[in-house]
């Protein structure tokens, strides 16, 4: 759980703020005729592959999380099944 929250961390912290200025200044360069669109849509491109991965990784992080926080509580509120009578089939051993 922790390798994944770092991962959420450095998304949030580092790589798509990097990746989006990116974009935007190649926009704006694009905008400036200095920059032509083919290479605007691939920063575009991968930061949005950038933004899919993030939420794959904030899933797989809440995902870990609620198992390990509610560890004591998994199956614990089903009814349990009810004991096999005397007389039914499976109550005896079978023959071999």
């Known amino acids: 759980m922790r390798s994944s929250w770092e991962r959420v961390q450095d998304y949030e ?3 798509l703020p990097k990746a989006k200025q990116s974009y935007e200044l190649l926009h704006e360069s694009y905008k400036a005729r200095r ?3 083919p290479d ?3 920063a575009q491109r ?3 592959g950038l933004r899919i991965e993030q939420v794959a990784n904030l899933v797989m992080y809440r995902e870990s999380d609620v198992a390990i926080r509610g560890m004591l509580l998994t199956g ?3 009814i349990p099944p009810s004991p096999i009578n005397g007389g039914h089939i499976d109550a005896v051993p ?3």
């Open 13 to 15: 912290t580092t790589i």
């Open 40 to 42: 605007v849509l691939m």
């Open 46 to 48: 991968f930061y949005l």
């Open 35 to 37: 920059a032509p669109w």
């Open 76 to 78: 614990g509120l089903t």
């Open 94 to 96: 079978k023959p071999r």
